[in-house]
């Protein structure tokens, strides 16, 4: 088999400390790693410096999703400890209002929405089991799904005049990735720095890190140094942690994930390659996005669907050639995005480095600037 699809070539040493647990004090004081592959180049600088390498007229494209509090601790009907992750963010606009809700704890003026979630407790709930987090919000184990995925019905108490979107805001907690392993993972700075200042659609349940690096400082720079600004929306799932569980990667399902690309988007895009000036991609959620969107024509056109776009190593890029990105994990998808846009060798080279020259790694880490 190619080494470019054997799993076990994507896989490299890194010690656990250098996995990032909490952010840097201030967005921009990062670490960025340059990978030039048009001359085959490695430079140790700061995210700060990267105004160096836009030029007036350069438009930057960011992933506008915004982090929900997607998990709910609380307890089972039965006394045990019960967590409910959920893996999408409730449709506020389709909720079903009752006063008196049938076996539920709950009183008063009641909202219901149905989701779709994971739930961890020490023995498995059966259907029609309830769970409670607060005085404001319980919910109902409906049926399982495919790869243990479960429905859901969240039921708000909104007799005091929250509605439940504010309620759910409230009592859910960070949806922090596995890998930080911290005692105070609620700690009230994860709402504000497990965010980018691009978000504004919730929908996410992991933050789109490239962006993590952009503060309103660096903004103000580039809006001075004329850089445009674009949105698109990608809501990043859950899979994005999904282990890649074959030897073959090109026998790996890749995640569905919603996207939004607006008309305005596409044309400032189509504008900017058309006047000769680049185009920069903040994160592989973005790539993914505008590749998705370029593959009838070639063009970014606007679209919005739900994005399965696999990317490895022979996928040709219709748009992306410059990309902010931060350290993915060993053999994820991810990773094989980026093996994509630089090869392979190249990109295990540039980590090989980044490790030895103590870059902090996954989304509170540092950053990689990439330009092919």
């Known amino acids: 088999m190619n080494s470019d ?21 201030k967005r921009e004081q990062s670490r960025l790693l340059v990978l030039d592959c048009r001359h085959d180049l490695l430079q ?8 160096d390498f836009f030029s007036p007229g350069d438009l930057l ?10 998990r709910l601790e609380g307890r089972k009907d ?30 008063g003026k009641i909202q219901c929405i149905t989701v779709t979630g994971l739930i961890k407790s020490s023995k498995k709930a059966k259907p029609g089991s309830h769970f409670f987090f607060n005085h404001n919000l319980e919910a109902e184990l409906l049926q399982y799904l495919a790869d243990g ?8 108490n909104v007799s005091n005049g929250q509605n439940p979107e504010e309620i759910l805001l409230s009592s859910g907690r960070v949806p922090l990735p596995p890998y930080i392993h911290r005692n105070d993972k609620d700690h009230h700075e994860d709402r504000k720095r497990y965010q ?46 999904a282990p890649v569980r074959v030897k073959d990667i090109r026998q790996h399902k890749i995640h569905d994930e919603y996207v939004e690309i607006g008309s305005e988007t596409a044309k400032l895009i189509k504008q900017t390659r058309e006047s000769g000036k680049r185009v920069w991609t903040v994160g592989t959620t973005t790539a993914r996005t505008l590749e998705f969107a370029a593959a009838e024509t070639g063009q970014v056109e606007a679209k919005q669907g739900w994005c399965g776009l696999y990317i490895y190593p022979g996928y040709r890029f219709k748009i992306v050639n410059g990309l902010i990105t931060n350290f993915h994990l060993p053999e994820s998808s991810l990773l094989f995005l980026v093996a994509a846009l630089t ?9 090989d480095k980044a490790t030895r020259l103590g870059y902090r790694f996954y989304s509170y880490g540092d950053a990689m600037l990439i330009i092919c």
């Open 5 to 25: 699809f054997d799993l076990e070539s994507y896989q490299y040493e890194l010690p656990p400390h250098q996995i990032a647990q909490l952010p840097t004090e």
């Open 44 to 51: 140790d600088m700061k995210f700060s410096d990267i105004l």
């Open 61 to 70: 494209v960011v992933n506008d999703t915004k982090v929900f509090p997607a």
């Open 78 to 107: 039965t006394g045990g400890k019960a967590e409910l992750f959920l893996l999408e963010y409730p449709d506020f606009n389709n909720s079903d209002t009752e006063r008196e809700p049938a076996g539920q704890s709950l009183t």
């Open 149 to 156: 995925k479960v429905q859901v019905r969240l039921c708000f």
């Open 196 to 241: 980018t200042l691009f978000a504004q659609k919730p929908g996410a349940v992991a933050a789109p890190t490239a962006g993590l690096h952009f503060s309103e400082s660096l903004l103000n720079k580039l809006k001075e140094k004329n850089i445009r600004i674009a949105p698109i929306t990608l809501h990043v799932g859950y899979g994005t942690f």
């Open 343 to 351: 090869g392979r060798s190249r990109i295990l080279r540039a980590y």
